[in-house]
């Protein structure tokens, strides 16, 4: 199935709720990997996340990759990759927020992959994932100021009393 | 007064409180027990790297495993911003650095596929062969290094002077033991050395030696059977909903491999089988089951490139370098690439914003996903069993960390 079709289901069910869909298609693999659909409303991301994963015609029953992304017009976004092992077919859905308010539902107790690359994202982008049952940094320390892959992210003059860079 | 009154009302609480505490004692069915708290690693050699377990123990039970990551955190994806494309691919080779020719390989394709370039025939080869060499090096580490974990110390020397063998031909090849920059996007830093086939066709001899070797004194060693056997079990769709891939899905019982359901550069005109775990010795998707899927794919590599060997164009006198753009751009847009490596499903999730240094570049690292599964499958088992859990995940934290 392809990912028009697969928003065409998601419309019948959530209409209003789905956005657009995007193509980029410089080869045949990047149309299959590189389009995605919009998450208008990130409210309804869980259902629709549990949606994609229960409806017979869609099981997506794999959670690829969860990314973050810094669209540097004070939005940012996370990007889901979805498979389905078993009907064989992928999506990308991307919800976008506003840089003041950047609170996402959290999707790991739909595919419980999305737990650490959640807290990547909390992390590294300062996306709060809302409902997370571990909500803590992964990669840096818990203390660390700021969230180093924003775009207008600058590296502290000291952390603990050392000079950066050294 | 009131604090003589309290102090003596603390005085009795103490005394009730030692009373109850010794009857307690007397009782051995309520001997009282405390759950401990254990650190292993940063600096520990069963956690392959600089992982730190915090690992809640009762007794020798483990009842809760905590990992900690970001010890060998070195800012990959905010490195790449700021970088051309062809800058990125040695800090590519750095994340996980026993399989670099994977890993390069991974986010050559994904520029490749963003700017839709075909490479000669000729450089699907190399990459192929390389790619499979890389497998069995990569593998070699691993099955011998969780013989080591087990307390097998000398089959991971017979592993390691065959990896050697491997390694040699790379070094002929692009100059590098290590870390090679050889994948570029669209073609490869240097042709084929010339002795690779013949050094290849020795190695396949000596390797097939070695695999019967290694099975025979390894894999199916009573002492390794019983380490690893019904140990750190991962059913099926646990491992699929946790994101695993590689060996670690495939040892779960899981016929998922990217080679065959997606398939990439020339792997679909070759012959291979996709070993999954069966519950030889105990129960299916067991550390033993990881392990042997790891063995196997050895087999299954050295058949690939016998394939290779025997239908390469040698008398191809391409410029391995022909197809590469004088200006990497790729238009905007983005991708989800994903290539096989030797632990898994390795991705590459590129936005380009037009510009001659990529706007985003996450790494879905097999690794880390793959790690993120340990707590689910080691709660429960005994500390050894722990070690043999670990092993048998092979991860590399250079790739976990990014």
Redesign the interface.
Known sequence: MTTPEIRDILLENFDGKIGDYHE?A??E??KR??S?IDVADKEWLRDVCLFLRDDDRLQF?????L????NNDSTLSV?Y?LES?IL?HVL?MKVTVPVTETEVPSITDV???A??HEREGWD?MGIRFVGHPDHRR????EDYPGH??RKDFREPTFYHGMKVPY | MPEIIDSHKIATRALTKEATFRAEKLEPRRVRTEEMLLNMGPQHPSTHGVLRLEVVLDGELVVDVRPHIGYLHRCFEKHTESMTYPQVMPYVDRTDYLASMSSGHGFALAVERMMGIEVPEKVEYIRVLFLELQRIASHLVAIGAYGLDIGAFTPFLYCFELRERIIEMFERTCGARFLYNYMWVGGLSHDLHPTVPELCREFLKESRKAHKEIVDLLTFNKIFVERTGNVGILPADVAIAGGASGPVLRGSGVKWDLRRDDPYSIYDRFDFDIPVGTGLVGAVGDAWDRNWVRVCEWEESMNIIEQVLDTYPYEDTTNVQAAIPKRIKPPAGEIYSRTETPRGEQGYYVVSRDGINPWRVKQRSPAFCNLSLLPHISRGCLVGDLIAIIGSLDFVLGEVDR
């Open positions: 980029f410089k080869s693999y990047q990997y590189g995605y029953n794999s959670l690829l990759c990314s973050t992304l810094d990007v990759h092992t064989r990308a595919w419980p992959h737990n650490w590294m992964i990669l840096l320390e180093p892959l």
